[in-house]
């Protein structure tokens, strides 16, 4: 009784630094979030040449500043209800983390194409680079990434988090058990 006593208490512990582990990752992403925000939002440069550039102008880096948008949201909103309790669910935040991890590679997968594209052009479609004659502009957008990767780092981390707060509940399976219904391979 003693040992099982002591798991509970060891396993109960576990649970507490990693749900204060998961706050905590809750709460590094948002500045992360809002910075790649604010610096992409705020991402224009003019040249005299070939007149103005906005992230506006590009759907790669738009897709980019609505998914920060939505994992600074989702960010405060998560840590809200960790905090008071709304949502004591660890399928939540399971489902719900990996989700926002999701898109935040899909939207640095988009603007690292950009970037690219940016930076060494496309000769078969007859696209010279641009970042020559944009260069404090594309040097933002490499900032945006970055703080864009690192917050997608916080949310990995929490997705691995999650993944052990709620699997950690079950029990392993047994390997005697579909040996002794008959169902292992070969019979």
């Known amino acids: 009784m003693g040992d099982q006593a002591e798991s509970t208490l060891i396993s109960s512990n576990d649970h507490q630094v990693f749900r204060l582990l998961g706050l905590s990752l809750r709460l590094a992403a948002i500045p992360l979030c809002a910075a790649s925000l604010w610096v992409m939002a705020t991402n224009k440069q003019a040249n005299e040449s070939y007149g103005k550039v906005e992230f506006s102008d590009l759907p790669g880096l738009r897709y980019m500043v609505c998914i920060s948008a939505i994992s600074l949201g989702y960010s405060v909103v998560s840590i809200l209800f960790a905090c008071l309790g ?19 590679v899909t939207s640095g997968s988009a603007v690292a194409e950009v970037l690219y594209l940016a930076h060494e052009g496309d000769r078969k479609a007859s696209w010279s680079e641009a970042c020559s004659y944009y260069g404090r502009f594309c040097d933002r957008t490499k900032v945006s990434l970055a703080l864009h990767l690192a917050a997608l780092l916080c949310f990995i981390a929490l997705f691995l988090v999650s993944s052990y707060t709620l699997f950690s509940k079950f029990e392993a399976p047994s390997s005697d058990a579909s040996s ?8």
């Open 86 to 104: 709304c949502v004591n669910n660890d399928w939540f935040f399971f489902v719900s983390d990996q989700v926002v991890a999701y898109l935040m």
């Open 180 to 187: 002794s219904k008959g169902g292992g391979v070969g019979e």
